[in-house]
């Protein structure tokens, strides 16, 4: 493997089908920090476990994501209705129930969205909200409402994938305060933010790297024993910016071949798309990158996008060729979601 201190990687439409989907944001206060993996997900529901529809959602939020082998986006483990308040401070949970009828999950649906959020979801046969820091911080919860088992695979059908995406932007974008809590380089924050024009959170344990005339700053945490993380932030004019997908995956093997001795994207086993970063649209590229001179490979995801006057492209990728990876892309993506741009005073 090579050394990677200077020169390596950036560790880094709604399907509404009629419904009104609402990310509600909890209080976070007094809360204690969340527990677990991100990779394993809780589920309660006041239905059967047996129930058609457990198995229908439990499918679509565990079904393989692109990676380097084939990995689940979670696990989903159900929790019991009795063992749920021990367990309520997971990372990642998810609530099935019928929001007018929630039986036993009175209580939680009552905690999660408010009596017009229920009336406004339970107008429909399906649907979903997603809600953060519910009873603890750096938490996400994926409450699903479904009235019948046949109106609900139908909407899976359509939605399913798009909700698990969802879902996992929105984990990613909660565990982004529990990321940076055991301390963040502020000093290094501070001098992006005055030269740069916009912040991005780092992480203790990640350093950077810059070139400013390339229009480049890196965050990377590369030690010993540990999957390698990479985020990297490029802008350009607008004027300047790819006028296609194609052009904007081009630009990406460019910074591969800059930015990460050589990397490029593996597009045999790549997607290029629309889709958003941070809730409005940005082009997508999501993958495997490969380097054929260190005989090395790994997933990343790329996003590009315009925001106050520039065109910019995020980037997250890991390296971790013994063991699973999508966890450590996830905690990459969570620093990449960090990014805002600084609005000039």
């Known amino acids: 493997m090579p050394t990677m201190y200077d020169t390596r990687r950036a560790s880094l439409v709604w399907a509404f089908l009629g419904l009104a989907l609402l990310f509600v944001h909890g209080c976070a206060g007094d809360l204690l920090w969340a527990v677990g993996q991100t990779e394993k997900l809780g589920l309660i529901t006041s239905f059967s476990m047996q129930d058609q529809r457990v198995a229908i959602l439990s499918d679509s939020l565990e079904a393989p994501v692109l990676m380097v082998r084939p990995e689940n986006r979670f696990r989903v483990d159900p929790i019991p209705l009795d063992l749920f308040e021990p367990n309520r401070d997971w990372k990642a949970l998810a609530v099935l129930t019928n929001v007018n009828q929630p039986g036993s999950l009175r209580e939680v649906v009552d905690h999660l969205i408010s009596a017009d959020e229920q009336r406004e979801l339970g107008r429909s046969d399906a649907g979903y909200r997603l809600i953060d820091n519910a009873w603890a911080k750096g938490q996400c919860i994926l409450l699903v409402h479904s009235t019948n088992t046949s109106t609900f695979e139908n909407f899976m059908k359509g939605a399913g994938r798009d909700l698990a995406a969802r879902y996992d932007e929105a984990l990613q974008a909660a565990i982004g305060p529990a990321v940076l809590a055991a301390g963040e380089d502020e000093d290094m924050e501070s001098y992006i933010r005055r030269n740069f024009g916009f912040e991005i959170g780092i992480p203790r344990g990640y350093l950077t790297g810059e ?24 802008w350009m004019p607008v004027a300047e910016r790819p006028k296609s997908l194609e052009e904007f995956v081009a630009l990406r093997d460019e910074l591969g071949e800059v930015y990460y001795q050589g990397d490029h994207i593996l597009e045999e086993r790549s997607d290029a798309r629309e ?70 005073s």
């Open 275 to 344: 889709g958003t970063f941070q809730d409005q649209p940005a082009w997508l590229i999501e993958g495997v990158w490969q380097n054929d001179r260190f005989v090395m490979g790994g997933p990343f995801r790329t996003f590009g996008f315009e925001r106050g006057g520039r065109f910019y492209v995020v980037d997250a990728a890991v390296f971790n060729p013994p063991g699973s990876k999508l966890p450590y892309l996830r905690e990459a993506l969570a620093v990449a979601r960090t990014f805002r741009v600084v609005e000039p």
């Open 211 to 234: 070139d400013a005339e390339g229009r480049v700053v890196r965050l990377y945490r590369v030690i010993d024993g540990e999957p390698a993380r990479y985020v990297l932030v490029h």
